[in-house]
């Protein structure tokens, strides 16, 4: 592969730190990035290697500039609240469907590589855990329907004109630079945020949701990898590992010398219960992940304390 690789959302939460791995590894980076949920401060300032053009997947001619002389994409761009997507389906489909064909149309015309951000919420609730990828896929939000359409699309593009394409089915991805004020942020965020301003962590329900937990950096270490790899497909991107909302709940109290209480509060509908992947294949062709969830937790709040 030569050097420049097109992050397509690489000032958001997983692309900066995509990013910033592939600049430490020598690659030259292109981002497009509209800045709706991602932000500047997310990327290095001035980097020699780093190049960012403002704008939409939406428009036809940036789009086009942005794909040249590039040897390979991440696409990581979307709609990415479920809550929207079920108040919203015709805006979140005309994003995340719409706006994934045009990336695949101008991969196909430029030959390129796309690997793309996929999501656990194509299972819908599980039946049998772990789930591997074989599993039955059945979506129970506009936002875990789209994402899967998006793998149904690469596929046909990679049967009818040879596309080289991966998508990366995420779990639930925790670190820096997720945005604890967003009202749709990961738990692990929410939580924190909480934690910090002396308020109970609210836990819904029983606390019993099981949920598996992956570092970004690690995910972004598996993208790199996955971009330098032929493998096309599907591959589950996660620990392995289930943890239970109470668990979590408790481990950030205990990290945080025992300060802070949990509140239950009313279980949320569509809240899926049960999700742990079977991480055999990412570790066969992409690598594992290192990290393990209370070391990640700890430098996170130590993080979040210093800044
Ligand atoms: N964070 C998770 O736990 C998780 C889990 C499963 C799947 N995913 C998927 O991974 C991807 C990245 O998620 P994230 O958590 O980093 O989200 P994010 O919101 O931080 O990143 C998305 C980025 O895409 C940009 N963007 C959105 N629409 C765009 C458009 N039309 N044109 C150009 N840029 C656009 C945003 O400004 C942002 O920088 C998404 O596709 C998401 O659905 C994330």
């Given at each position: ?35 709706s ?5 997310n ?13 939409s ?5 940036i ?7 590039v040897?390979?994409?991440l696409?990581?761009?979307a ?30 015309r ?16 599980p039946?049998?855990?772990p789930?591997?990828?074989t ?6 939000s ?5 994402k ?45 945020d909480q934690?910090?301003n ?10 019993l ?24 497909g ?7 590992r289930a ?5 979590l ?27 742990q ?8 062709v ?8 209370n ?5 996170l ?7």
């Open positions: 592969m030569s050097e420049r690789i097109l992050v397509i959302g690489g000032a958001g939460f997983i692309g900066s730190h995509s990013v910033d791995h592939m600049l430490a590894e020598g690659y030259a980076v292109r981002v497009l990035d509209d800045f949920t991602g932000r500047r401060e990327l290095p300032k001035g980097h020699p290697q780093l190049e960012i053009i403002a704008g997947v939406e428009d036809a001619t789009l086009q500039v942005a794909f040249t002389e040897s390979a994409v696409y990581l761009a709609q990415v609240s479920v809550q929207r997507s079920l108040e919203d389906p015709v805006q979140s489909a005309e994003q995340n469907i719409v706006g994934f064909v045009r990336v695949l149309e101008q991969a196909r430029y030959s390129v590589r796309v690997v793309y951000a996929s999501s656990a919420a194509v299972y819908g609730d039946e049998v855990l789930l591997q990828e599993a039955p896929l059945r979506p129970i506009p936002y875990g329907l789209e899967y359409s998006n793998e149904l699309y690469a596929e046909l593009f990679g049967r009818l004109y040879g596309l080289s394409q991966l998508g990366l089915r995420y779990f639930n991805v925790y670190g820096p630079r997720q945005d604890p004020r967003s009202p749709y942020s990961g738990v692990i965020s929410r939580f924190i934690l910090q002396g308020r109970p962590l609210t836990v819904r329900g029983d606390g949701q099981e949920r598996d937990f992956i570092h970004v950096a690690d995910v972004a270490r598996v993208n790199l990898a996955a971009l330098r790899s032929a493998v096309n599907v591959v589950n991107v996660a620990s392995g943890t239970t909302i109470g668990e709940a408790e481990l950030l109290i205990e990290l945080n010398l025992g300060k802070g209480e949990m509140q239950r509060v009313l279980r949320q509908s569509g809240d899926i219960r049960h999700s992947a079977d991480v055999s294949r990412m570790q066969q992409l690598g594992r992940a290192n990290i393990p969830l070391r990640g937790l700890r430098t709040l130590e993080r979040c304390s210093a800044a």
